[in-house]
């Protein structure tokens, strides 16, 4: 049975820092692995989709990678900012996302 | 493009009662899944549709069930609503079945159970 494991459970940085949110994986049977942002009581907005045979993906500011054989993926936000507080989730897709509990991130001004 | 739409966006009900929720996908996109997120479970897929067809299900009761109109339009019914039915019920659109492409996920639906 997959599980889906981000740490930490919640991180506060001050602004313009780099930072780095984690998310293993129990099975590496995987279509592929999305990265997720919500933010309070909203639904999910689509960040970044690494398929199984890539190793990273990059948009803007933000670079995910993907370990298929340890089970691991990183989200690596450069120079954050205030707008950027919000809950990050990672999600495996073995044919149906399977989610981590999320990383609460909380970028002070 | 328009975005995936979800109705309604909020829902009080009793216990006993049944709900009916509905999901209109990105234009184009035949896939629509359904999640359950509660603070103490966290997001949990329900189930799949795909050009009409349940394709995948989660681990819920039979009182949640769902439906795909053939214009990929879906449906989820919670029948004998329980409080521990209480939660934000996301649906997500994609292109295709079998778990290769980008999920677009609507605003949600709260629902809560009195």
């Known amino acids: 049975k997959q599980e889906v494991t981000q740490i930490p459970a919640a991180l506060s940085v001050p602004e313009g820092e780099n930072l780095v949110l984690n998310c293993s994986f129990t099975?590496?049977?995987?279509?592929?692995l999305q990265w997720f942002r919500q933010d309070p009581g909203k639904g999910l907005t689509s960040l970044l989709l690494?398929?199984?045979?890539?190793r990273e993906q990059t948009s803007g500011r933000l670079n995910a990678s993907l370990d298929k054989s340890s089970g691991r993926s990183t989200l690596y936000i450069a120079a954050s900012q205030p707008g950027d507080s919000a809950t990050y989730l990672c999600?495996?897709?073995?044919?149906?996302?399977?989610f981590g509990q999320g990383t609460e991130l909380s970028v002070k001004p | 493009k328009a975005g995936v739409t979800q109705t309604p966006r909020y829902l009080i009900k009793t216990r006993g009662q049944q709900v009916t929720l509905s999901c209109s996908p990105i234009?184009?996109?035949?896939?629509v899944s359904w999640y359950q997120q509660t603070p103490g479970q966290g997001l949990q897929f329900l189930f799949e549709?795909?050009?009409?067809?349940?394709?995948n299900k989660g681990n819920f009761p039979g009182r949640f069930s769902g439906r795909q109109f053939s214009n990929s339009r879906s449906e989820m019914n919670v029948s004998t609503l329980e409080l521990g039915d209480s939660a934000l019920y996301l649906c997500?659109?994609?292109?295709?079945?079998?778990?290769?492409?980008?999920?677009?996920f609507g605003p949600g639906t709260r629902l809560t159970v009195l």
């Open positions: 234009s184009g996109h035949r896939s």
């Open positions: 690494i398929q199984s045979s890539q």
């Open positions: 997500a659109s994609h292109p295709t079945s079998g778990g290769t492409d980008t999920q677009y």
């Open positions: 549709y795909f050009s009409e067809t349940q394709r």
């Open positions: 099975d590496s049977a995987i279509y592929n």
């Open positions: 999600a495996v897709n073995g044919g149906k996302l399977i």
